[in-house]
């Protein structure tokens, strides 16, 4: 009678990961909508695939994978050298990386044509993009494992520059989100100090926006401290002269009275959350600059080890500031991704999201469905996301991690690792291309008066 009673609850599991969304999480999360679920379900994946790379940098992993076809040996039997003297045992766990977001890349690719133009959960489609979770898993194992036998040759060469086109767009897309984040911390905050007539929301908005001005100043400095040299290392010097100069002039333009009279909830709350971001890009850009003179962080060999290029001697790890600072921001980026949906219309448009529900309308979804389970579908009339559009982000997330984990490190044609101009001037101008897009927010109800921009 046990073993009958346990093979009927492993039968009841597996028909669970085999269903729907609601199924699988009705019994362990508070009352969600399936959209909701759905894409927290495939976030999971996404971080799931970040976690084994991360695992794959470690020095034990790295020691196996030589067993695998891409092997450190060219032709002759001699072993590869890479520029800055780090041989390829030391890199094998960059390349593993690099087929482990290949497979996550395709696996959301894939779904990205499939769910295109799905309208409602009516649509057959819309079964596969909320259910069948064991065989999704099964299919991404599946890339994943193939991925690794993809022959080496200009493989990841090629994949490199997809990783550039595709991370450039997600920085694009974090910086979308942290605009939409700050106009609605600031409408809320502003909000509750008209209800309850108490001037501490202000001093919150005043001291918060206070510590991100002074948090970017103090990152401007450390960047010419850290960065540049008396005499040279003029890239640098230009890059952080001009994204400061970038970010006080939006800054002023956040607070001009004419943008006041079109934008009410516009202010400085907003303007010292892209100018902090800017800085923190920037930084990445200037830790990939390909001179020792002026970048602390590349590789080079001192004695019989491997040590950072800088006056101490310690010891290099792949986990720089830079890395994990990157790594929080990605993982923080993704789950507001899944979980966000937006107040703002322009935002929703762009990020292809419905607006907010009402709680009157959610409130009346969660007591229809309240004796069937946990979760509730609430996509039986329409969408409220694109399904194509979210996984496109899921692609574009699994190229920017990429780069992000192999610290923008290129592997050329001679199968060496370095770290090219490329990455500096792609991470620039996405920094210039986010302070254009935040400064046409500001600007756009002045210069297109007859457009709804509420």
Not at 59 to 77: D, F, M, T
Not at 176 to 183: E, N, R, T
Not at 367 to 384: K, Y
Request: proline letters at 4%.
């Amino acid at each position: 009678m046990g073993a009958c009673l346990g093979a009927c609850s492993v039968l009841s599991c597996v028909s669970c990961l085999c269903g729907s969304a609601p199924c699988i999480l009705c019994g362990c999360c508070p009352s969600s909508p399936n959209s909701t679920v759905t894409r927290l379900i495939f976030t999971a994946f996404l971080l799931l695939g970040v976690l084994v790379s991360i695992i794959m940098l470690s020095p034990g992993v790295e020691s196996q994978l030589h067993k695998l076809p891409w092997v450190c040996e060219e032709g002759s039997g001699t072993p590869v050298i890479f520029q800055g003297h780090i041989d390829c045992g030391s890199l094998l766990g960059h390349r593993a990386v690099y087929r482990l977001c290949f497979a996550t890349a395709a696996f959301f690719f894939l779904f990205a044509l499939f769910m295109i133009c799905v309208r409602s959960s009516r649509d057959p489609r819309a079964a596969v993009q909320n259910g069948f979770w064991f065989f999704k898993f099964l299919i991404l194992v599946g890339i994943t494992v193939g991925a690794f036998y993809i022959p080496d040759g200009s493989f990841t060469n090629v994949w490199f520059y997809f990783g550039v086109v595709g991370s450039f767009l997600f920085i694009l897309i974090q910086l979308v989100l942290l605009i939409d984040f700050a106009h609605c911390w600031n409408q809320r905050w502003l909000g509750k100090a008209e209800e309850c007539d108490s001037r501490a929301w202000y001093a919150g908005l005043f001291f918060f926006t206070l510590l991100f001005y002074a948090l970017s100043v103090a990152a401007v400095t450390l960047l010419f401290v850290y960065y540049t040299q008396p005499g040279s290392c003029y890239e640098g010097k230009v890059f952080i002269g001009l994204n400061l100069t970038l970010c006080f002039c939006v800054s002023v333009v956040a607070v001009l009275p004419r943008v006041q009279d079109a934008q009410p909830n516009s202010g400085l709350l907003q303007a010292s959350v892209i100018t902090l971001y800017t800085m923190f890009v920037t930084w990445l850009a200037l830790s990939s600059v390909p001179d020792q003179k002026c970048n602390p962080h590349l590789l080079t060999r001192f004695g019989n080890g491997t040590i950072l290029a800088g006056p101490d001697g310690y010891e290099t790890h792949w986990w720089d500031a830079p890395s994990i600072v990157g790594l929080v921001i990605f993982i923080l980026c993704t789950l507001f991704i899944g979980l966000r949906s937006s107040d703002h219309r322009q935002v929703n448009s762009l990020m292809q999201t419905e607006e907010c529900p009402s709680t009157l309308e959610v409130t009346q979804q969660r007591q229809v469905v309240e004796c069937q389970g946990r979760a509730f579908d609430n996509e039986q009339d329409g969408v409220t996301y694109s399904y194509s559009f979210f996984h496109f982000c899921l692609v574009l997330a699994s190229l920017h991690i990429m780069m992000t984990l192999t610290n923008w490190y290129r592997p050329s044609e001679t199968r060496k690792m370095t770290s090219t101009w490329t990455a500096v001037w792609v991470k620039i101008c996405a920094s210039w291309a986010g302070l254009l897009l935040y400064l046409w927010t500001l600007v756009a109800p002045i210069l297109l008066p007859n457009r709804d921009f509420s």
